[in-house]
């Protein structure tokens, strides 16, 4: 998306304390609050896609033999008021024989450079860490 394209979107409320949220364009909707995700688990799981896409984009450009990918995530939430993170942690189990030095690289670009939900967290004051394993 070119910069200064603007995104739109709806929630829109059901009953009691659930809400459907949908953007425009998407194909999609998420079920919020009863019955749903919450939002802030929602951003948690923004950042594992947002990391997931680049390392499969990357990996693949690098002609590296990538044959699966699960990105696990964890959280932890500030005490007071706002509720923020201040701590993620990011495990990518990376299937296929993919060279470790490449691995590690994709991670880093993306974590330092491309993945957009990520550097939001962390321009709140979070801090967030990661580690990487490859199964052949």
Request: hydrophobic letters at 35%.
């Amino acid at each position: 998306m070119p910069l200064g394209d603007e995104v739109k979107g709806k929630v829109e409320w059901v009953k009691d304390y659930q809400f459907i949220g949908s953007l425009d364009g998407d194909k999609c909707s998420v079920i919020l609050g009863d019955g749903g995700i919450s939002p802030m688990r929602l951003l948690l799981l923004s950042v594992a896609g947002c990391t997931a896409y680049d390392i499969v984009m990357m990996l693949k450009k690098m002609r590296e033999p990538i044959e699966g990918l699960e990105v696990e995530i964890s959280g932890e939430r500030r005490d007071e008021y706002p509720r923020i993170y201040h701590k993620m942690h990011i495990h990518y189990r990376i299937k296929g024989n993919v060279n470790p030095e490449k691995a590690k690289r994709a991670i880093e670009l993306s974590q330092d450079k491309y993945c957009s939900a990520s550097a939001h967290i962390k321009l709140s004051g979070a801090k967030v860490t990661y580690t990487f394993e490859i199964i052949e």
